[in-house]
Structure formats: structure tokens, C-alpha cells
């Protein structure tokens, strides 16, 4: 079983935290369109014929697209590879995107689950994030698609933001629970060099929030999902029962998964493949029946060290006993020291052959999983 992911990189203004690939020029969309219907072509085999069981549209904004476009790729996707039987088709979409029409056309293309980029419910933090909607767009976009007939929609929002209280993060939360969407992916601000936000940084005109407050968040934000019946199974996404996101979930159980557009990514089980993050590059190399692609080889430590990465953030923890038996590492003798400190400290618990970090443990995931990468 496998997946397919298509980067979409074009949005309609700039975020002034976003360091993704995307382009607010969007003269390059049809040749684009056309280039990724050849990459499909030429990359048809690089799964090996497996099952595919998840298909997600990410960027960028995907929703930018008419739903021509989509699916026109969609039926390229399905003409070139066997699908499995009932696949997780993920669109991610901005608010301003989601008017009824084009919520009814989707859900005719075949997609069948939402990520919306809401972000946040405070107008404030909104304009101040830049971001083409508002509140009030925000929560029709969800009932919108709701009324439709979507059962599957996971909303994005973002936490520790410059100068947001503990108060107005609740009343975002509040907001968001009142949607009551089966999933809610939920992001700390991270202030990247190459965006708007970086820039104030280095001239001062913004300071992030401080680790403390950030943990007092993550905090409230796990006691209030979860008094709500949301299950956090990766430390960033919580869903209500039977709504984990199955493309997400298979990047961190290592599936393979074939990655088509711009700065989109693939893996095979031993090799990572990037695609040119440029999308004029990216196109002229299709014109050209070339793959635009540079090939990492993954070596053992590689590895290792993506799945002490990935799955350390899972409810259920790192498999500690499938990274002996894959690569001959003993994790809990290597890195004796490190874990029995932190059981020690109860930020980890060990619970058969897996390793997990505890609630107090995920407060400081980060750190911890510095500690235990090799
Ligand atoms: S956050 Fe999303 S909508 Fe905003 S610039 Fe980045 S990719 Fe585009």
C-alpha cells in the first residue's frame, strides 16, 4: 500500500510565516498542469505497481485550482496506477476558496476529505498572519462543506503566536471545538529565516514566545481537545475516533509514497527523491521528457534517525524493537543514559517494544528527540 502526494505551489498572497514552495505568479499554472500530467506518465512505475490508498493535493493551495484541473490530474492518476478500493482523497483548502459551488464540484471530482487552513478564529492574528480570509469565512467554509455532505474535514490552526494569551488561544479552541470537525491539525509557530516574520525578527519587530509559555499552550490545548474526546495520535493532530489522517499516518509508518509537482518529495524504502523547488525549472525539465529529480540515498543512520523523528511524535511511540530488527540498532542500550534519565524525569515511559513520550514528555519532544537521534 502506498500513497501520492501533488504539490499545488501557488497561493494567492504570501503568509508571513510560510517558508513552503509557492508563487503568487500564477501565469505558469497550465503548463504547470501539463507538466505534472508527464511526471505522472514517466513516474507511473517508481511504486512498483502497489496499492495506492491515499491520494493528498497539498502546497501552496491546492484550492486555487478549478476543479477541472484537479480533476483532470486525478484521472491521469487513476489511468496510470491501481487505486485501492475506497482511497483517502485529501484536498487542502483556504476558506476564501470554499464557496458552496466549488464545495459541491469537489465533492463530485471524488475528493473526499478537507484540510482547511483556517489558521485561526482571531481576525486580529489573522491579518496580522496575512491571510486572504476571515473568521467569519473560516466557520462557513467548515459548515459549508458539512451541509454538503464532507464528513472528513480537518481544520489547521496555530498556536503560539507573538503576544497571543493563554485566553485568546482558549477562544480559538472553543471556536474550533464548536465546528466539532472529526480532525484538527495544530502547529507552534516556528519563525523561519526567509519570510516576513523572519525579517521582523532580525529587525526587532517581533519576538517569539518563550518556551515556557509555549508548553503552557501545548498544555491547554491537549486538555481541552482531549476533554472533548479528541485523541491526540501524533503530537501535532488530534482526531475523534476513526478520523486519523491515513496519507499522514503512512509518512510516519514509512510507506512509500510518490511524491508529483514542484518540491515534492518521494520515497521507495530506500531512497528519497526530490523534486526542483522552482517551477519554471520543474516545467522545463518535463518539456524536456526529463524527471525533475535529485536522488538522496538513504544510509542506515538516515534512517534511524527518521524513524526516532516521526515516530517518537505517535500516541503509540518508536518501535524500539523494529529499529534492531531493521537495522541492527538497540536503542534502549545506546542511548541507556539519555532514556533512563528522562524515565527517570517521567518525560518517557517504556511500554513493550515501544518507547513513548509521556504528556510532560511532549512538552519537550523536541529536545528529547535531539538527544536520541544518533
Ligand atoms: S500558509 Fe498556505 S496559503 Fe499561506 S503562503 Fe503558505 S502555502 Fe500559501
Not at 1 to 23: E, T
Not at 146 to 158: A, C, E, P, T, Y
Amino acid at each position: 500500500m502506498a500513497g501520492i502526494y501533488i504539490h499545488i505551489p501557488y497561493c494567492k498572497q504570501a503568509c508571513h510565516y510560510c517558508d513552503f514552495h509557492f508563487s503568487t505568479n500564477l501565469n505558469t499554472k497550465s503548463d504547470l498542469i501539463d507538466a505534472i500530467l508527464k511526471e505522472i506518465e514517466l513516474q507511473k512505475h517508481y511504486l512498483l505497481g502497489e496499492t495506492i490508498e491515499t491520494i493528498y493535493f497539498g502546497g501552496g493551495t491546492p484550492s486555487i485550482l478549478s476543479t477541472q484541473e484537479l480533476s483532470t490530474i486525478l484521472q491521469n492518476i487513476y489511468e496510470n496506477f491501481s487505486i485501492g478500493e475506497n482511497p483517502e482523497i485529501t484536498l487542502e483548502a483556504n476558506p476564501d476558496d470554499l464557496g458552496q459551488s466549488k464545495l459541491e464540484e469537489l465533492k463530485a471530482a471524488g475528493i473526499n476529505r478537507l484540510s482547511i487552513g483556517i489558521q485561526s478564529f482571531d481576525n486580529q492574528i489573522l491579518s496580522y498572519f496575512n491571510r486572504a480570509h476571515n473568521s467569519q469565512m473560516a466557520i462557513n467554509s467548515v459548515w459549508n462543506a458539512k451541509q454538503i455532505g464532507f464528513q472528513n474535514i480537518s481544520i489547521d490552526l496555530i498556536f503560539g503566536v507573538p503576544n497571543q494569551s493563554l485566553d485568546a488561544l482558549e477562544k480559538d479552541l472553543k471556536q474550533a471545538l464548536k465546528l466539532s470537525t472529526p480532525h484538527i491539525s495544530i502547529y507552534g509557530l516556528t519563525i523561519e529565516e526567509n519570510t516576513v516574520f523572519g525579517k521582523w525578527e532580525k529587525q526587532d519587530k517581533l519576538t517569539p514566545i518563550n518556551e515556557d509559555l509555549a508548553a503552557e499552550h501545548l498544555t491547554l490545548i491537549m486538555n481541552t481537545l482531549a476533554a472533548s474526546g479528541y485523541e491526540q495520535y501524533e503530537i501535532s493532530n488530534f482526531c475523534l475516533p476513526g478520523f486519523e489522517s491515513r496519507h499522514n499516518s503512512s509518512y510516519w509508518h514509512r510507506k512509500k509514497y510518490l511524491g508529483l509537482g514542484p518540491a515534492a518529495h518521494s520515497y521507495n524504502g530506500t531512497e528519497r527523491q526530490f523534486n526542483h523547488a522552482n517551477n519554471i525549472k520543474y516545467i522545463k525539465s518535463l518539456n524536456s521528457n526529463e524527471l525533475p529529480i535529485s536522488i538522496e540515498k538513504l544510509s542506515i543512520e538516515d534512517q534511524i534517525n527518521e524513524m526516532i523523528l516521526t515516530q517518537l511524535r505517535l500516541k503509540e511511540g518508536l518501535n524500539h524493537a523494529s529499529l534492531k530488527k531493521n537495522f541492527d540498532f538497540e536503542m534502549l542500550v545506546e542511548r541507556k543514559d539519555h532514556i533512563q534519565k528522562f524515565l527517570q524525569m517521567n518525560l518517557l515511559e517504556i511500554d513493550g517494544n515501544f518507547l513513548r513520550l509521556t504528556s510532560n514528555g511532549k512538552l519537550l519532544a523536541d529536545f528529547i528527540t535531539e538527544k536520541l537521534i544518533i
